[in-house]
Every structure is written in C-alpha cells, then in structure tokens.
C-alpha cells in the first residue's frame, strides 16, 4: 500500500493519456455528423448567471446528500457526472445536465434504459458514439484540450473549429465544474465527489492503491486517477483568476473522501442550502432559452 505522500508521481502516471489518443480521434472522426448537428460548449457561457451550481459525483457519500437535495432541486444547477446518474434519478431528482468526459463504449451502460431524454448531455467530442446513440434532450459537445498538442490540434481539424474547448480535466467532476463556472453558476460545489473508496475491495484487481485519512479521520484509498484529479483541480483554482478574487465561491459538501484543502471550504449540504437558498425562476426556462 502506498501513501498519499507519492502524490506528484502518481499524478504523472495518471495523466499519461497517450495510449488512448488514437482511439479517442477515431471517435472523434465516427462523430462529426452528429457534432455539426448539435451545439458547441460556448453557448453555455452566462446563461446561469449567479444560479448556485451542485456537481454531483458517484462517491460512496453521496447517499448522505441525496435526501436533502431531493426538496429544494428546482432551485439549483445541477450537473450530475456519468456514473451518479443512476443513484440520482432512482431518488426522483433530475438534473438538468448529464456530463461525460470518457471515451469508453461502457459509459452507454450508465445510462441505458434511463430517462435520458429529459437531459441536457455535456461531452467531449471523443465520447463513445454508443452515447451518442441513446436518447437526449440536447447534445452538446466541446473538444478537450490535452497536454499533446499535437493532439489537440488534430481533434480542432477535425471539428472545423467549430467546437471550442476546455482545459483537460482528468475527471467527470472537474469537467463539470469547469461547464458549471462556464454557465456562470456561483457558487459552485462538490458533493459525491469522495475522490476515494473506504474499502478496498471496491477496487478493480488492476489499481494501485494509495492510503490516505479521509474528512472523518478514517482510513480510505484512493486510486492514480482520483489523486490526479483533485491536483489538477487545485492547480486550477490557484491560477483562476476569478476565484482568486473572490469572485467565484466554491465548496464543497462531500462530507467524505479526501477532496479538502485550505482552497476550498468544506461544510455540510444543509448548510450550502441555508446559506445559498438557490434561485425561485426556472431554471429550465433560462436553459432553453440560452441554448436557441
């Protein structure tokens, strides 16, 4: 078992993405009709302004948030990352945006047989085309700019440059930070985004795991991709310019896993609601109406 203490290593090791890139164009070039039929990422921009945005993650604590979310949703944005999709709508909560950020023909699983038709879907245009295939209310694509530029670049070409892009993120939840700050929500917070498992058997055969002390003092394990993650998101909060300033507020109410630091404010679900009542227009109606 290794420690967090490994942190920058396996960190590297996690943004390796190279083996995949291939792939990830060839889905790319699979999509290109259904791209140029449907909406690129920039439409997003300010059409939530000020609305207090939640990213909800598929972490083993997001049981303990989904019963208060439950009452009062219509008041907030929801951007709900693949894997919690299920959990969510089986406790009758529907959010307006489904997010996606991997290339894999087993993301199509989460969804199937879901009333995905009722989303709003938010992916890269490499995501796998089985996704593509179900059902949406709205699709809408932006390329992920990626360390190999070489990449990116290709994944431009491909798109005509017609689709914009977001910094790559490393996990659903970061990308759905990233299009919730894109919206204009604020503030923004986490919860389900444990970034960890507290037992180790929830772990493929094929992870490395890593020990850490979780929120509650206890011992959960993490996995390269998750460490990963919650490194970028910070990198990404110290060199933004409107959270520096104070401008953006971000949160984060897991109330588990290892995703807290002096960056971001960590409090309970009830207490974000009481202090950030969330909006009593329509959020669906400002939706639609930005994305004419």
């Not at 989904?66 to 999709?85: M, S």
């Not at 997010?99 to 894999?104: G, N, P």
């Not at 694509?141 to 798109?159: C, G, I, K, Q, Y």
Request: hydrophobic residues 40%; positive net charge.
């Amino acid at each position: 078992m290794k420690k967090r203490s490994d942190a920058l290593e396996k960190t590297y090791a996690a943004s390796d993405t190279r083996s995949q890139r291939a792939g990830w164009l060839a889905n790319i070039r699979a999509n290109r009709q259904i791209i140029f039929n449907n909406k690129d990422a920039a439409i997003l921009k300010g059409i939530l302004k000020n609305i207090p945005g939640i990213v909800i993650g598929a972490g083993p604590s997001l049981a303990k948030n989904l019963h208060q979310l439950r009452p009062v949703q219509k008041r907030y944005a929801l951007f709900c990352c693949d894997r919690a999709f299920k959990s969510v709508v089986a406790c009758e909560i529907t959010p307006q945006f489904v997010v996606v950020c991997d290339a894999q023909d087993i993301v199509a699983d989460f969804f199937t047989g879901m009333p995905t038709g009722e989303m709003i879907l938010l992916c890269p245009t490499f995501v796998s085309p089985k996704v593509l295939a179900l059902k949406w209310k709205e699709i809408v694509f932006f390329n992920m700019l990626d360390a190999d530029t070489s990449f990116s670049e290709a994944a431009m070409n491909l798109t005509d440059h017609k689709v914009g892009m977001i910094p790559g993120t490393v996990i659903a939840g970061n990308t759905a930070f990233v299009l919730a700050k894109l919206t204009g929500c604020n503030p923004v917070t986490f919860i389900g985004c444990d970034m960890s498992m507290k037992d180790m058997t929830d772990a493929s055969p094929r992870d490395i795991l890593f020990e850490s002390t979780g929120i509650d003092g206890g011992t959960v394990y993490s996995v390269p991709g998750y460490l990963a993650g919650f490194d970028w998101l910070l990198r990404y909060l110290r060199v933004d310019q409107d959270f520096r300033a104070g401008r953006l507020k971000v949160y984060n109410c897991t109330e588990g896993g290892i995703m807290y630091s002096d960056d971001i404010q960590g409090m309970p679900l009830i207490e974000f609601i009481e202090k950030y009542p969330g909006t009593g227009g329509s959020i669906r109606t400002r939706i639609v109406q930005g994305l004419i």
